[in-house]
């Protein structure tokens, strides 16, 4: 299974450090102009109390906020784009370009197969998240000197290595959806539909008093992108959620996986049963 | 300790309201080379899935080696090597290095290195990245994979599809030195004088029904047999209409049959009217296929 592993993480490579260096982008030219912009961010203090930056927690006054807001707010979006596409690729993708035939074929589980691309799916969004992590706390450690704030470059490695869980949350989801769906297109439209509804759903609920409750539904609600967490960290409740809800979804990719019929584009309903 | 390499009973396949294979019952004896053959679509390649747990079934059973296809299909697949119709690989990987995956993956004792040998036969250069190779060269791949194992079973989807006559040729030794060696192969074709050539039985499959499974030299003997009747007096043009009963053509004094069925009819008609000689000719393995499937009108090729 190492040799499976190995394979799953060699066609991986290059979506590995591709993502990993173009979302280091973002964060490295973010840390890179602060203290040219810094005097520039306090004067949007009174524009921050809109309800709508509250609701997003996005406090650009400080530099706390307006790592926040621009960076660790948004690299778990971004991510989640590669985890939809890698996520429903690894089984729906391959099913549908006909590499997975050979696979099945062998004297291997399905759910052994299924667990080593899970884990695959795993390490790559870890190891993007690593690079990120390390490109934005270097970066950070450069300017650290222009820059009035308790944040230190390991804080802002650890803020955004804790996206770790919402994006598994998502690639796993990705994985289940390529697992139940006949088509990779379904697949990505749904989990596309997950990740966009998440997000926003959880910002927009949290500007509406009346919808406060529902933000537990929206995934995004577990992953708190404000100031406050860059020095306090995640909930760790909200992260351990996060992770039950990449693990349920694995066990269904697992399962439906093994109930159904490969290479042919149907729902597991229309799985025959074994007489 | 079952005597069949393969067996199916009652083996049906239903896509939703589509149909794949109904109610097939096959037997594979060991150490045979098995054809089997049908138009596209006629339910070939899901009775191989089905056999491989790729598909389930909808109703009846399949084993393989005397191991059920889907309660102990690890263990059945682990006798098996498959070279699937369609091949899709990991491109981005050299030959080399996916045999190497593949053959930890199969997980059985063959020698590491076998694989090379089969790669040096097949005059495969596995140094290159897969998406180099042209379709022939994917198709030497997908050969060697199936062999590499030294299966009791060989699975093959249109074994010789994309290769030159010369490699064909050596596919077609391998296949005989795999029986010899007590393979079971079981290959699904479309080149029906490669599977004359080469197998001991063949099945053939109409609209997801096994039709016939016969000897190639008892298919050819018994269901087609092809007459050239010479008259004095011609017979009316409806004079052998009987069932099974194909008149192919008329000239001068002589009707070309085919004859499925009903010979005893056809030579007694053939007499009352003054039959002065009858030829018989031999009729190839495709000629028996197409009248099997009607030329023209053979099935549904869904």
Redo the contacts between chains.
Sequence with gaps: ????L??EM??RRGAIIGWGLGLSFFPVVYLGIYPAVAEEMKSFRSLMELPIYQAMGMTMASFEGFIASTVTNIVPVLLSIYAVITGVNTLAGEEE???L?????????RWQIATVKAIAIGIALFLILVIVSAASAFTFLAIESQVETAVTPLDIFFSLLAAWPIVMAVGMISLFLGAFCPTRRIAAMVAAVIVVTGYFGSNLAGMISSLEKAQILFLFYYYDATADALVKGQQTSHMLILLAVALIAYGLAVYFFQMR????A?WPW?????? | MTEYAIETQGLTVYYGRHRGIIDVDLRVGKGEIFGFLGPNGAGKTTTERVLLDIIRPTAGSASMLGLDCQKEGVQARAKVGYLPGELSFYDNMKASQFFQMYHSLQGDGTEATYWQSLADRLDLDTSRKIREYSRGNKQKVGIVLAFMNKPALLILDEPTSGLDPLVQQTVMDMIREARNDGTTVFFSSHNLPEVQAVCDRVGIIREGSLVATERIEDLMKQQLKRLRLSFSSMPPAAAFGQEGVTEIERDGQTVLLEVRDNLNAVLETAVSYHITNIETESVSLEEVFLAYYGKGNGGNHA
Aim: glycine share 4%.
């Design positions: 299974m190492l040799r499976l190995q394979q060699r066609s370009n006909g590499r035939e050979l696979i099945v074929a062998l004297p291997i589980p019929n490969l290479t042919v149907e229309r799985k025959a049963k074994i007489a």
